[in-house]
């Protein structure tokens, strides 16, 4: 058929299988993919199915893919070396040391492949949504990620294994997606759409100012937790179901009504959601419909009372069955639609307390008043000052000139003045891992981007084995061109987010990782004592997540506030080479206290952790650098030797 790409290489998705029940695959990250697959019609995969359990009967994921699918079932010892790193599922090109894992990454890349395969399929692209970013974000920085990748499938499955003797309630996660579903859509053409909105509710005789209190109502019946379920004719849901009929959204040939163009943005009526993510259907709903419609199936049976709580999830979930080819999708993965009249067994004179149900996205305060000097002499009068450690050979430098030029940065898409800075930071790097290193060690370079780092690694350390772990799929595969190159055999790319790398090793790297991907890159070197060599970056973008509270360490805690600490990080970032001398001065104070409170927390778990200036300092506005070794490891690896003698 014409546009159908042929030859594709050979690629296995490896998905762990524990059992399947009453029309469920276990664990539902898998019955996810399953059904993403069987969405897609997706015939390019050969599946590995990795048992977790003794049980063999894998008839309903054979049901759900296409004729002639090749399924193996494998123990986990079978898995590559690459897989057996990772969390699953994962995929791998054979031959290849390029490995995607993670929930999102497989599930967008199946889109990407499916749609390669066939680009007449120009509905299953749209799954990834607006520029393509749908679940991109990685789970550690975005709470609608982890929810939809990590933390609902896994209520789901606590929920689905509870018995049914004892008293059953709501996850908070559902409450949370609850929640979610009656906030305001946001979208690219969001002004456009609202006053197309407020058009047609004026051709029906409401007026401008009766839709302002319509708005101010639907506000009132947010924070009162009154659900807003969109009308059947409503703009959203057109806007929604022309997309997918591959039709023209609604919009007017003519100009706007002056009244209509006019109209302030707080009068305009906001635009509800249609979706799990607004108005389209995307890869989001399609990762929730196996967990929800399996928790829908067990509330009707015990707790179809509970149903008043959730209205719009149940909206959702029987909206969602309109979408064409989600039907035979779901059937024959063994999903059996609830009918509408096991869904709206209860009357809605409840609502619940959704101000309760803690938010996703709960922005931390940002605005901080004042300058960080008090809070600096707040710390100078405990005892901690900036204070730097001397670099261990500040004048060494690769001999660029002579290395392959894959090796060098300037490989890449960048100035020279840029290629020449990297190379500096790099010096600086490069000189405290290799006299680290010893043969046969492990090195890991955490948010790896182009592989400026890791390919230098393998290349001045055959001996060791080094993994390059990146989301971004584009710099990985650059990556992985300049490796082939250079005809490296000693090194692996790793597409995923840093929670679904396990593997064991001794090094880990991260040159410039952005905000809290610094902590999330020491936290992994701590739970496998492995070193670490980190320059952080984006000091700006630090705050309280899931993961982290700021300050760290026991010892600021004890000194300051998260909004003092937060003064520091804010004027951290303040070191551009373009602002006044004295500004810079005072950033890179703060940079060092910042950086000294992650070294402290590092020492409390046992670590022996200096904060050490790059050299020259020009080679970058943030230029510290963090080296972590644990205690029980002898410290020589500061001693200034050349890494040659390796």
């Not at 049976?301 to 149903?307: A, H």
């Not at 991260?510 to 004592?529: P, Q, S």
Request: charged share 25%.
């Amino acid at each position: 058929m014409k546009g159908i790409k042929k030859s594709l290489p050979e690629e296995y998705l490896y998905l762990d299988f524990s059992h399947q029940t009453e029309g469920c695959v276990f664990p539902l990250h898998t019955f996810v993919t399953i059904f993403l697959l069987s969405y897609c019609d997706c015939k390019i995969f050969k599946i590995c199915l990795v048992l977790t359990r003794e049980s063999t009967d894998i008839s309903l994921i054979r049901n759900a893919l296409s004729q002639g699918a090749e399924i193996r079932i494998i123990s986990r010892e079978e898995l590559p070396s690459i897989v057996q790193n990772c969390r699953l599922p994962a995929t791998v090109e054979r031959p290849g040391n390029f490995c995607r894992a993670g929930l999102a990454v497989v599930l967008r890349h199946i889109i990407q492949k499916s749609h390669e395969a066939d680009p007449s399929k120009k509905e299953i692209l749209e799954l990834l949504g607006f520029k393509k970013t749908c679940l991109k974000a990685c789970a550690e920085v975005s709470q609608w990620t982890r929810l939809c990748e990590l933390t609902i499938p896994l209520a789901i499955e606590n929920f689905l294994r509870e018995p049914l003797e004892q008293p059953l309630t709501i996850p908070v996660e559902i409450l949370q997606l609850e929640k979610k579903l009656s906030e305001p859509v946001r979208v690219h053409n969001d002004d456009k759409l609202r006053r197309q909105k407020l058009k047609q509710q004026k051709a029906a005789g409401v007026g401008l100012s009766l839709t302002k209190e319509k708005t101010k109502s639907k506000v009132h019946k947010q924070e009162t937790s009154e659900e807003v379920v969109p009308e059947p004719n409503s703009l959203e849901l057109k806007v929604a179901f022309s997309k997918l009929t591959v039709q023209e959204e609604p919009a007017t040939t003519n100009r706007e009504p002056s009244h209509i163009r006019k109209a302030k943005v707080s009068d305009l009526p906001p635009l509800e959601h249609v979706f799990a993510e607004g108005l389209y259907f995307t890869l989001a709903d399609i990762v929730l419909l196996p967990c929800i419609h399996h928790f829908l199936v067990i509330i009707c049976k015990n707790l179809s009372e509970k149903l008043v709580e959730l209205p719009l999830l149940v909206s959702w979930y029987q909206r969602i069955q309109e979408v064409p080819r989600v039907k035979t999708a779901a059937s024959k993965c063994g999903i059996h639609f609830l009918h509408s009249s096991e869904l709206w067994t209860s009357s809605y004179e409840q609502h619940p307390n959704l101000n309760e149900i803690p938010g996703l996205e709960e922005q931390n305060d940002s605005s901080f008043i004042g300058g960080p000097r008090p809070t600096m002499t707040k710390l100078m009068e405990k005892g901690i000052e900036v204070m730097f450690s001397p670099h261990p050979c500040p004048t060494w430098s690769l001999d660029w000139n002579n290395l392959p030029a894959a090796v060098s940065p300037k490989e890449g898409k960048m100035s020279s003045d840029r290629a020449l800075r990297k190379q500096q930071q790099l010096n600086n790097l490069v000189y405290v891992v290799t006299n680290q290193a010893k043969p046969g060690d492990r090195i890991v370079d955490f948010c790896s981007g182009g592989g400026h780092v890791g390919i230098v690694l393998a290349h001045l350390l055959p001996s060791c084995q080094v993994t390059l772990i990146e989301n971004k799929e584009l710099s990985l595969v650059h990556a992985k061109k300049r490796s082939d190159e250079l005809g490296l055999s000693n090194i692996w790319f790793i597409q995923a987010n840093m929670e679904y790398f396990t593997g064991m090793f001794n090094i880990g790297v991260a040159l410039h990782a952005c905000g809290v991907a610094t902590d999330m890159v020491i936290e992994h070197c701590i739970k496998t004592r492995a070193s670490f060599v980190t320059c952080p970056c984006c000091y700006g973008f630090i705050q309280n997540t899931s993961k982290f509270n700021f300050p760290k360490s026991e010892q600021f805690k004890e000194i300051l506030s998260y909004k003092e600490h937060m003064i520091l990080c804010r004027f951290a970032d303040q070191t551009a080479v373009q602002l006044p001398p004295q500004r810079r001065l005072i950033g890179k104070q703060c940079m060092c206290l910042v950086d000294t409170d992650r070294a402290r927390a590092a020492e409390e778990q046992g670590y022996s952790v200096q904060v050490i200036s790059m050299e020259p300092e020009s080679c970058s506005p943030k230029n510290n650098m963090l080296v972590g070794v644990p205690l029980r490891m002898r410290h020589s690896h500061l001693m200034c030797r050349h890494p040659s003698s390796q």
